[in-house]
Every structure is written in C-alpha cells, then in structure tokens.
C-alpha cells in the first residue's frame, strides 16, 4: 500500500493505493473520477488518456504511485463554472461523438495536441489522435471539431469519405 | 486487467539500480516507461515480484551531441522527445523520424528508447535505425560499464546481452556520413499505430550512381533487429539501378529467417522484405535525398 498526495484537476488529494494500481484504477476506483474509460487496457485504444504534469499518459499503463506530486487532468477537469470547455463545445456541436466512450480520451488528446501545435492541419489532427480508437468509427466529425478548434472550417457533409 | 501484487524500487541512481537488481536476481525487472512492461505483467507473461524504477534517475533522459560529432542519448528520453528534438533532426534525422514513426503521440510521449532496446523486440522502430547508424549501447552493472555495438545487444527473439545486474544508461550514434542519404520504411498491414511488418532502414552513400557505402536495419522480419550484411555488401561497390536493386531485394530475401505470427507468414514478410529493399536502394539511388 502506498500513501501519496497528487493534484487531481487542481485539488490536492491524499490518497492510498495498493502498488499494483494503475493510475486509471487509483482515478476511477480510488477518487471515483468515472470520465476516463478502460477500453484495451494495454496501451492501444487511447480511452483512459489523462494527462500527468502536461503529458499526454496512457493511465491504464502508469503506475498510480508514479503519480504522487504530479498533476494530473482528467476530462473531469476541463470547462469552469459550469460551462463546458470549448474543446468540448466543438465537439458537442459537430456531433463528434456516438457512443462516448472514446471521447474523453480524444478530448484531452486533443487538448494536448492544440498545446503543441494550435493550428493542426488534417494530416497532423489524424496523425495525432491516431493511439485514439473511436470504434463507433465517428472519425470525420471528430477531425471536423478540431479543424474548427484550429480555425479552419469544417468539410461540408463528408459520407463515406473517411481517409 | 489488473496487476498482480509486486514490490517497487524507486532507484536514485544507476548504481542504485544494478545493486538492488543484483540483490533480487532473477525475480526483478526494470521499469522505464512501463509501456511495454506493463502490458506483459497485465498479460501474466511476466510476473516480476520487483520492479526496479529508473524514471526518477537524474539526466539519464539527457539528449546531447556526442563528444566525436553525432549523439549520445540517455536511456530514459522518450521517442516523442526524440522525434522532436532539433538536435536530433539536424545530427541523425534518420533516428528522429523513426522514433517519430512509434506507435501513437500517447505511447511516445511515455516510452523511453533505452526500454524500447531493452524489450528487444524485432518490430521495433528505433532499432533498424540504430542498427544502420552503426549505433553503440552503455551498458552499466556491478562490475562496471561497458559500450557495445547495437548489432551485439540483440540475441534472438525478445533477448538481449544484458547480464541480470545491467542497466543500458545510453545509446551513442555516430554522425552521418557527409552527403549521405537515408530512409525508413515501414509496412503496416492495418493501422498507422500498428507494429511493423518490415520496417527497413537505410543509409547510403552515393557517388553519382556509384555505391561507396550501404547501412541497412531492418525490424519486424527476423526474430530479432538485424542487420543486413549480406546485402550491403551486395551493394558496396556496384552501381545502383532497377537491377541491382533487385538484386539487392533477392540478397535480403535469401539473407534472413522470417518470424511466422498473425500479423502475417514468413513467406509474406519475406516478399514484402524483397520489395522493400528493391524500392528503397532505387528510391535513394534516383534522388530520393532525404526520407
């Protein structure tokens, strides 16, 4: 068992934890924060993609305990006051999202990737969000949203085009 | 899927490292990154009962020039650090755009090039670079440091020449000859985020048409990251056109022993191999300049 604090969308949490959690356990299991999914739970899909101090971290393969005194952003986190952050907002507004179990995660993908980079062109928004599975195959409308965060307007219709 | 109970060093320095590996034998790993770890110990095909961290170890993430011209890479920097570096894309672009080419930004940002070496998995992508590059690895255990050449660190299949007590603390890359042109190529049958099929490396050095000298790594065919001897040797020395890239293709063909697994037969990576080689040596030989 392990006794830490870390700063969870920006409180300062004391938590324990057995060694063995992951990160994605000590979120949804310890702190009950149930926005960040499982999905694969090996590396692949992008469902539980936090970040940790700024980093884009796939918590399902981080050690919880390599937290402490970290900082780490969940899709809890995002928005203030009530209002939904803009990323969320363009999605929400391009129906960029089906089922939703894929979407937190390519939210703060998607955070991460207008940090580094705040006008992606397509190639880099797909090259990006590529560890990000969306199995509702909803791609387009995804690309879409973040084109519009980039200042770009979106493509018009766009069925069945999806490369 | 969850983790079965195990007990975590967090280690301070190498030295650090090698003792308490050496303390527990047999029954510790190290943890970098933990991108692959993590996965086999969630997969029971290991069972570790002490992982031994090194994430924490001051400056082994460093990337600097080397003390001879090309790099000198600490362990723990990470493939997205890497492919990003300017340093890097200026001294051995070759190497960037190969780590560039690891997985998802995710998986990037969180996997270090020392674990990448040390999982010794063929489809690596840094490795077929490294080993073109002619690249060397630091290697620190009780009884002290070593270098060896990267063509020697990768034994067979998921093994390395790693004793039970070393911890790799940094991967040196010669400069790029002058004038040399480079390429990586890898085929992936499903997804940009897949593991490579091939994936092939090349430098060359090129006068006119002339072969002066040929560096090929290659990934995801053998058992292990190898290199291409028999085929660079094919190409030294010869002038490069649609034949002798063909040739070099049927050289490489014959050169190595397929891995067999769901992503595909061995006699499939064998002919996606030939055609690699063909279409690599002609792409580099007719321009091609960089990438």
């Known amino acids: ?163 | 899927m969850i983790l079965r109970p195990f007990k975590y060093v967090e280690c301070g320095s190498v030295d650090e490292a090698t003792t308490t590996l050496k303390q527990y034998g047999d029954g510790a790993r190290i943890i970098a990154g933990g991108t692959a770890l993590v996965p086999m110990m969630k997969h029971r095909l290991l069972r570790p009962e002490v992982l031994v961290s090194v994430i924490q170890v001051p400056g082994l993430g460093d990337i600097a020039a080397g003390p001879d011209g090309g790099l000198r890479l600490g362990a723990l920097a990470t493939h997205w650090e890497i492919s990003r570096s300017p340093l890097v894309k200026r001294e051995s672009p070759l190497l960037a755009y190969a780590c560039g080419r690891v997985a998802s930004p995710t998986v990037r940002s969180m996997a270090t090039l020392g674990g990448n070496l040390c999982y010794g998995e063929s489809a690596s992508d840094p490795s077929p670079a490294l080993l073109a590059l002619r690249a060397r690895v630091r290697v620190v255990g009780s009884g002290g440091e070593r270098t060896l050449p990267l063509t020697e660190f990768f034994t067979g299949f998921y093994e390395t020449g790693l004793a039970e007590d070393e911890v790799l603390t940094a991967v040196e890359v010669p400069p790029l000859a002058p004038g040399a042109r480079w390429r990586y190529l890898k085929w992936v049958p499903r997804a940009q985020e897949d593991k490579a099929l091939v994936g092939l490396a090349a430098v060359l050095v090129l006068d006119g048409r002339h072969c002066r000298m040929a560096r090929l790594g290659l990934g995801g065919v053998a058992a292990s990251p190898v290199v291409l001897r028999r085929t660079e040797q094919s190409l030294e020395g010869r002038e490069l056109d649609e034949r002798t890239s063909a040739e070099a293709g049927e050289v490489a063909a014959a050169e190595v022993e397929p891995m067999e697994d769901l992503q595909g037969s061995a006699d499939y990576r064998r002919d996606m191999l030939r055609v690699w080689v063909r279409r690599v040596v002609a792409d580099l030989a007719t321009g091609g300049g960089e990438r």
Not at chain 1, 53 to 77: I, K, M, P, Q
Request: proline letters at 4%; charged letters at 20%; one cysteine or more.
């Open chain 1, 1 to 163: 068992m392990e006794s830490f604090e870390l700063t969870v969308n920006g409180c300062v949490e004391r938590v324990q934890a057995p060694t063995q959690w992951t990160l994605l356990q000590l979120l949804r299991d310890g702190l009950g924060l149930l926005g960040t999914k499982e999905g694969c739970g090996e590396g692949s899909c992008g469902a539980c993609t936090v970040l940790v101090d700024g980093r884009l971290t796939r918590s399902c393969l981080s050690l919880a305990l390599r937290a402490a005194g970290r900082s780490v952003l969940t899709v809890e986190g995002l928005g203030a006051n009530g209002r939904r952050d803009p990323i969320q907002e363009a999605f929400v507004r391009h129906g960029a999202i089906q089922c939703g179990f894929c979407t937190p995660g390519m939210v703060i993908a998607t955070r991460a990737l207008l940090g580094v980079n705040p006008t992606p062109e397509d190639h880099e928004i797909r090259e990006f969000l590529s560890g990000n599975f969306c199995r509702c195959g909803g791609y387009t409308q995804i690309v879409n949203a973040v084109r519009e965060l980039a200042g770009r307007r979106p493509t018009a219709v766009n069925r069945g085009e999806n490369a």
